[in-house]
Protein backbone atom coordinates (compact mmCIF):
# COMPACT_ATOMS: atom_id res chain seq x y z
CA UNK A 1 0.00 0.00 0.00
CA UNK A 2 1.30 3.59 -0.99
CA UNK A 3 1.15 4.76 2.96
CA UNK A 4 3.86 2.69 3.67
CA UNK A 5 6.28 3.94 0.98
CA UNK A 6 9.02 5.49 2.69
CA UNK A 7 11.01 6.16 -0.67
CA UNK A 8 13.57 9.35 -0.44
CA UNK A 9 12.95 9.40 3.27
CA UNK A 10 15.61 9.04 5.94
CA UNK A 11 15.88 7.14 9.03
CA UNK A 12 18.30 6.65 12.15
CA UNK A 13 17.64 3.91 14.02
CA UNK A 14 19.78 3.11 17.64
CA UNK A 15 20.42 0.05 18.54
CA UNK A 16 20.06 -1.30 15.03
CA UNK A 17 23.02 -4.01 15.92
CA UNK A 18 20.60 -6.60 16.91
CA UNK A 19 16.88 -7.48 17.70
CA UNK A 20 14.30 -5.07 17.13
CA UNK A 21 16.47 -2.40 16.15
CA UNK A 22 17.36 -4.66 13.24
CA UNK A 23 14.65 -5.85 12.19
CA UNK A 24 13.44 -2.37 12.01
CA UNK A 25 16.36 -1.02 10.40
CA UNK A 26 15.77 -4.06 7.53
CA UNK A 27 12.04 -3.35 7.14
CA UNK A 28 12.24 0.56 7.34
CA UNK A 29 15.12 -0.32 4.15
CA UNK A 30 12.20 -2.54 2.37
CA UNK A 31 9.74 -0.03 2.98
CA UNK A 32 12.10 2.82 1.04
CA UNK A 33 13.84 4.63 3.60
CA UNK A 34 17.63 5.27 3.73
CA UNK A 35 18.83 4.00 7.04
CA UNK A 36 21.21 4.89 9.29
CA UNK A 37 22.06 1.77 11.56
CA UNK A 38 23.69 3.28 14.88
CA UNK A 39 24.75 1.10 17.95
CA UNK A 40 27.52 0.81 20.08
CA UNK A 41 28.43 -2.77 18.63
CA UNK A 42 30.46 -1.09 15.61
CA UNK A 43 30.40 -4.87 14.24
CA UNK A 44 26.62 -5.78 14.36
CA UNK A 45 25.95 -2.08 13.20
CA UNK A 46 27.58 -3.19 10.08
CA UNK A 47 26.27 -6.42 9.69
CA UNK A 48 22.78 -4.85 9.42
CA UNK A 49 24.08 -1.94 6.99
CA UNK A 50 25.22 -4.76 4.94
CA UNK A 51 22.62 -6.51 5.03
CA UNK A 52 20.30 -3.77 3.73
CA UNK A 53 22.88 -2.96 1.12
CA UNK A 54 23.47 0.42 -0.25
CA UNK A 55 20.16 1.93 1.01
CA UNK A 56 22.22 2.22 4.47
CA UNK A 57 25.20 2.98 6.18
CA UNK A 58 26.75 2.47 9.95
CA UNK A 59 27.40 4.74 12.69
CA UNK A 60 28.81 3.60 15.85
CA UNK A 61 27.79 5.38 18.71
CA UNK A 62 27.52 5.65 22.30
CA UNK A 63 23.71 7.06 23.03
CA UNK A 64 24.29 7.44 26.51
CA UNK A 65 26.61 10.68 25.42
CA UNK A 66 24.19 13.52 24.55
CA UNK A 67 27.20 14.99 22.35
CA UNK A 68 27.52 11.94 20.17
CA UNK A 69 23.36 11.59 19.78
CA UNK A 70 23.32 15.66 18.69
CA UNK A 71 26.29 14.95 16.38
CA UNK A 72 24.32 11.95 14.63
CA UNK A 73 21.30 13.43 13.85
CA UNK A 74 23.26 16.79 12.63
CA UNK A 75 25.20 15.24 10.58
CA UNK A 76 22.95 12.87 9.08
CA UNK A 77 20.53 15.51 8.06
CA UNK A 78 23.61 18.02 6.76
CA UNK A 79 24.39 14.81 4.79
CA UNK A 80 21.56 13.76 3.41
CA UNK A 81 19.19 16.70 3.27
CA UNK A 82 16.63 15.78 5.80
CA UNK A 83 15.57 13.54 8.50
CA UNK A 84 12.77 11.47 8.18
CA UNK A 85 12.00 8.98 10.88
CA UNK A 86 14.14 8.89 14.26
CA UNK A 87 14.24 5.52 16.08
CA UNK A 88 14.61 5.19 19.58
CA UNK A 89 15.12 1.49 20.24
CA UNK A 90 18.59 1.14 21.89
CA UNK A 91 18.65 -0.01 25.41
CA UNK A 92 19.73 -2.86 27.87
CA UNK A 93 18.29 -4.97 30.43
CA UNK A 94 18.44 -4.91 34.02
CA UNK A 95 17.23 -6.89 37.18
CA UNK A 96 17.12 -5.79 40.87
CA UNK A 97 14.41 -4.26 43.31
CA UNK A 98 13.95 -0.86 44.45
CA UNK A 99 15.67 -1.72 47.74
CA UNK A 100 18.59 -3.55 45.50
CA UNK A 101 19.09 -0.97 43.28
CA UNK A 102 21.81 1.67 44.13
CA UNK A 103 22.79 5.02 42.79
CA UNK A 104 25.26 3.87 40.20
CA UNK A 105 22.82 1.14 38.74
CA UNK A 106 20.25 3.42 38.64
CA UNK A 107 22.38 5.84 36.69
CA UNK A 108 23.15 3.25 34.43
CA UNK A 109 20.21 2.28 33.27
CA UNK A 110 18.50 5.83 33.08
CA UNK A 111 21.33 6.69 30.69
CA UNK A 112 20.79 4.20 28.35
CA UNK A 113 16.79 3.49 28.95
CA UNK A 114 15.84 6.75 29.12
CA UNK A 115 18.31 9.87 28.67
CA UNK A 116 19.60 8.88 25.03
CA UNK A 117 15.72 8.78 24.17
CA UNK A 118 15.41 12.38 25.59
CA UNK A 119 18.93 13.20 23.44
CA UNK A 120 17.02 11.23 20.15
CA UNK A 121 13.81 13.06 20.24
CA UNK A 122 14.82 16.49 21.25
CA UNK A 123 17.67 16.35 18.52
CA UNK A 124 15.46 15.04 15.65
CA UNK A 125 12.85 17.56 17.06
CA UNK A 126 14.91 20.50 16.03
CA UNK A 127 15.72 19.58 12.33
CA UNK A 128 12.12 17.80 12.15
CA UNK A 129 10.48 21.50 13.03
CA UNK A 130 12.34 23.15 10.33
CA UNK A 131 11.24 20.70 7.51
CA UNK A 132 7.56 20.98 9.16
CA UNK A 133 7.38 17.05 9.02
CA UNK A 134 8.57 13.83 10.62
CA UNK A 135 8.16 11.44 12.96
CA UNK A 136 9.90 9.93 16.40
CA UNK A 137 9.22 6.40 17.41
CA UNK A 138 10.31 5.32 20.93
CA UNK A 139 10.76 2.20 22.48
CA UNK A 140 9.13 1.87 25.98
CA UNK A 141 8.21 -1.52 27.72
CA UNK A 142 5.42 -3.43 28.85
CA UNK A 143 6.51 -3.67 32.01
CA UNK A 144 4.86 -0.25 32.11
CA UNK A 145 1.34 -1.63 32.49
CA UNK A 146 2.16 -4.61 34.99
CA UNK A 147 4.92 -3.66 37.25
CA UNK A 148 6.94 -6.11 38.71
CA UNK A 149 9.73 -5.48 42.05
CA UNK A 150 12.83 -7.33 40.78
CA UNK A 151 12.98 -4.58 36.98
CA UNK A 152 12.37 -1.53 39.62
CA UNK A 153 15.31 0.38 37.50
CA UNK A 154 14.09 -0.71 33.85
CA UNK A 155 10.56 -0.12 34.70
CA UNK A 156 10.88 3.69 35.87
CA UNK A 157 12.89 4.44 32.80
CA UNK A 158 10.80 2.82 30.16
CA UNK A 159 7.60 4.37 32.13
CA UNK A 160 9.38 7.78 31.45
CA UNK A 161 9.86 6.93 27.96
CA UNK A 162 6.29 6.68 27.65
CA UNK A 163 5.71 10.03 29.62
CA UNK A 164 8.52 12.02 27.56
CA UNK A 165 6.78 10.63 24.12
CA UNK A 166 3.48 12.12 25.13
CA UNK A 167 4.61 15.29 26.27
CA UNK A 168 7.05 16.13 23.15
CA UNK A 169 3.95 14.89 21.05
CA UNK A 170 1.81 17.63 22.00
CA UNK A 171 4.75 20.26 22.21
CA UNK A 172 5.57 19.37 18.44
CA UNK A 173 2.06 18.48 16.84
CA UNK A 174 1.12 21.31 15.70
CA UNK A 175 4.31 21.77 13.48
CA UNK A 176 3.45 18.27 11.53
CA UNK A 177 5.83 16.45 13.23
CA UNK A 178 4.46 13.09 15.87
CA UNK A 179 5.99 11.24 18.37
CA UNK A 180 4.64 7.87 19.16
CA UNK A 181 5.66 4.58 21.52
CA UNK A 182 5.82 1.36 21.18
CA UNK A 183 5.66 -0.96 24.55
CA UNK A 184 6.46 -4.38 23.27
CA UNK A 185 5.35 -7.57 25.31
CA UNK A 186 8.60 -10.17 26.20
CA UNK A 187 11.06 -10.20 22.84
CA UNK A 188 12.90 -12.81 22.01
CA UNK A 189 16.13 -10.94 22.36
CA UNK A 190 18.93 -10.83 23.85
CA UNK A 191 16.94 -8.72 26.27
CA UNK A 192 13.98 -11.25 26.50
CA UNK A 193 15.26 -14.88 26.96
CA UNK A 194 12.38 -16.97 25.83
CA UNK A 195 13.68 -19.70 28.09
CA UNK A 196 13.56 -17.95 31.22
CA UNK A 197 10.75 -18.51 33.83
CA UNK A 198 9.53 -14.72 33.32
CA UNK A 199 9.20 -15.55 29.65
CA UNK A 200 7.62 -18.89 30.37
CA UNK A 201 5.23 -17.29 32.63
CA UNK A 202 4.55 -14.09 30.33
CA UNK A 203 3.31 -16.69 27.68
CA UNK A 204 1.27 -18.85 30.08
CA UNK A 205 -0.74 -15.20 30.30
CA UNK A 206 -0.89 -14.40 26.40
CA UNK A 207 -4.00 -14.81 24.82
CA UNK A 208 -1.51 -15.84 21.52
CA UNK A 209 0.61 -18.49 23.53
CA UNK A 210 3.54 -17.48 21.91
CA UNK A 211 6.40 -15.06 22.91
CA UNK A 212 7.03 -11.80 20.29
CA UNK A 213 9.69 -11.61 18.03
CA UNK A 214 11.94 -8.83 16.40
CA UNK A 215 9.30 -8.49 13.48
CA UNK A 216 6.78 -7.91 15.05
CA UNK A 217 7.77 -5.28 16.34
CA UNK A 218 9.35 -3.93 14.01
CA UNK A 219 6.23 -3.96 11.34
CA UNK A 220 4.47 -1.43 14.32
CA UNK A 221 7.97 1.02 13.57
CA UNK A 222 7.83 1.38 9.74
CA UNK A 223 4.01 1.84 10.30
CA UNK A 224 4.25 4.96 12.87
CA UNK A 225 7.05 5.78 10.46
CA UNK A 226 4.61 5.99 7.62
CA UNK A 227 1.86 7.66 6.63
CA UNK A 228 -0.41 5.16 7.48
CA UNK A 229 -0.16 6.59 11.01
CA UNK A 230 -0.62 10.21 9.56
CA UNK A 231 -3.00 11.16 12.13
CA UNK A 232 -1.72 9.44 15.33
CA UNK A 233 0.65 11.20 17.76
CA UNK A 234 1.13 10.84 21.84
CA UNK A 235 -0.01 7.40 21.14
CA UNK A 236 1.38 4.09 22.85
CA UNK A 237 0.93 0.97 21.18
CA UNK A 238 1.53 -2.62 22.23
CA UNK A 239 2.37 -5.22 20.41
CA UNK A 240 2.05 -8.19 23.32
CA UNK A 241 0.01 -11.04 22.19
CA UNK A 242 -2.81 -9.81 24.32
CA UNK A 243 -0.70 -9.99 27.57
CA UNK A 244 -1.80 -6.64 28.75
CA UNK A 245 -5.10 -4.71 27.55
CA UNK A 246 -4.83 -1.24 29.16
CA UNK A 247 -7.65 1.14 28.50
Known amino acids: MYELDLGDRVAIVTGAASGIG ?43 DADAVAALVTGTAAQHGRLDVMANIAGIGATGTPMATDEAELDRIWAVNFKSVFYGTQGAARIMLEQG ?13 SPGTNLFAYAIAKISVAQLSKAFAVELAPNGVRVNAIAPGIINTNLGDPNS ?35 MTGQILRPNGGQSMPW
Open 133 to 145: SGSIVNVSSGIID
Open 22 to 64: KESAIRLARAGAFVVCADINEAGAKDTADEIGTAAEAVVIDVS
Open 197 to 231: DIAQHAVALTPMRRIGQPDDVADVVVFLASDASKY
